[in-house]
């Protein structure tokens, strides 16, 4: 890894490390401020989206009785009001407890700079679901030109698992929204991609939320779906030429991914998947080499 890529990394490594230091150690009292919960509100562009009131109400009872342990981080607008950097947790389960005010440390960065950090801390707790935590792989991907490699050093989690996340966002709207709310699982989306059809695909997965199928009785149905697809491909098919077939399986080996070349009378296509902006640009290196 280049001098670049390596201070990247360590940089997305360090998440709220570059905003505010560890309160257990040398954190200065003076930086931390008491502000109305009032001029408090969130970032709308925060990647979790769905908090567990259950937590929250724990929090609020502990707020009740100790107080905000840690001050939330906040960067005030030309409003004189205060957007949550990171905090939104103590910030919501605060209002439920009924203060005033709350504990806050004021840092003055960019837009770009929370963004990336509310990013990498979120996925560093793993409290996101898997459509949240594909959304900010995605985003910090397409956003910050950050590789699926360096995501992986940042928050020591494997690349095939970030690969594999961003592919949920393959699926159709509805099923995505089901494994948000819980209803099906990531495993279950998985077993889901292997169906073409978003129709069919949204089928499967209220059978799955109203069954409770496990992730191995969905991927046999999907399979079998997916075979069913394949033979009627094949019909169309039948006696594809030799010499396109073996093109096709040598390309596949060097894309490491699922390449298709239709041939016409006069003309003919060649058309390789990918699965993420990341794939992409791969595949756009190889081609450019």
Same mark, same amino acid.
């Given at each position: 890894?280049?001098?670049?890529?390596?201070?990247?990394?360590?940089? %997305?490594?360090?998440?709220?490390?570059?905003?505010?230091?560890?309160?257990?150690?040398?954190?200065?009292?003076?930086?931390? &401020?008491?502000?109305?919960?009032?001029?408090?509100?969130?970032?709308?562009?925060?990647?979790?989206?769905?908090?567990?009131? =259950?937590?929250?109400?724990? !929090?609020?009872?502990?707020?009740?009785?100790?107080?905000?342990?840690?001050?939330?981080?906040?960067?005030?607008?030309?409003?004189?009001?205060?957007?949550?950097?990171?905090?939104?947790?103590?910030?919501?389960?605060?209002?439920?407890?009924?203060?005033?005010?709350?504990?806050?440390?004021?840092?003055?960065?960019?837009?770009?700079?929370?963004? =990336?950090?509310?990013?990498?801390?979120? %996925?560093?707790?793993?409290?996101?679901?898997?459509?949240?935590?594909?959304?900010? *792989?995605?985003?910090?991907?397409?956003?910050?030109? &950050?590789?699926? =490699?360096?995501?992986?050093?940042?928050?020591?989690?494997?690349?095939?698992?970030?690969?594999?996340?961003?592919?949920? $966002?393959?699926?159709?709207?509805?099923?995505? #929204?089901?494994?948000?709310?819980?209803?099906?699982?990531?495993?279950?989306?998985?077993? !889901?991609?292997?169906?073409?059809?978003?129709?069919?695909? %949204?089928?499967?997965?209220?059978?799955?939320?109203?069954?409770?199928?496990?992730?191995?009785?969905?991927?046999?149905?999907?399979?079998?779906?997916?075979?069913?697809?394949?033979?009627?491909?094949?019909?169309?098919?039948?006696?594809? #030429? $030799?010499?396109?077939?073996?093109?096709?399986?040598? $390309?596949?080996?060097?894309?490491?991914?699922?390449?298709?070349?239709?041939?016409?009378?006069?003309?003919?296509?060649?058309?390789? =998947? *990918? *699965?993420?902006?990341?794939?992409?640009?791969?595949?756009?290196?190889?081609?450019?080499?």
């Amino acid at each position: 890894m280049d001098n670049k890529v390596s201070k990247r990394t360590n940089r %997305l490594g360090r998440g709220l490390g570059a905003l505010i230091p560890d309160l257990k150690e040398d954190i200065d009292k003076k930086e931390v &401020v008491n502000i109305d919960l009032d001029k408090v509100y969130p970032n709308d562009k925060q990647p979790r989206r769905v908090f567990d009131e =259950e937590k929250i109400t724990i !929090l609020s009872e502990s707020i009740k009785n100790y107080g905000v342990l840690q001050p939330i981080v906040v960067k005030q607008d030309e409003n004189g009001k205060y957007m949550i950097i990171a905090g939104e947790r103590r910030y919501r389960a605060s209002k439920m407890a009924k203060k005033k005010e709350i504990p806050a440390v004021i840092r003055d960065i960019s837009m770009k700079e929370i963004m =990336e950090i509310a990013l990498i801390e979120n %996925l560093q707790r793993e409290d996101l679901n898997s459509i949240e935590e594909a959304l900010a *792989y995605k985003s910090l991907i397409e956003h910050y030109h &950050v590789t699926q =490699e360096e995501i992986s050093e940042a928050i020591g989690k494997s690349r095939p698992h970030i690969t594999n996340t961003i592919r949920l $966002l393959n699926l159709s709207p509805e099923v995505s #929204d089901m494994i948000g709310c819980n209803k099906i699982t990531a495993g279950h989306g998985k077993a !889901l991609l292997r169906i073409s059809d978003p129709e069919l695909q %949204l089928e499967i997965a209220k059978k799955i939320a109203e069954e409770g199928l496990s992730v191995r009785e969905t991927e046999r149905i999907a399979k079998k779906i997916s075979e069913s697809d394949v033979k009627e491909i094949s019909k169309k098919i039948k006696d594809k #030429d $030799l010499f396109i077939t073996d093109i096709e399986d040598k $390309l596949r080996n060097v894309f490491g991914t699922k390449v298709n070349i239709s041939k016409g009378k006069k003309k003919g296509k060649i058309e390789i =998947e *990918y *699965y993420s902006e990341d794939d992409l640009n791969n595949i756009v290196s190889m081609l450019m080499e």
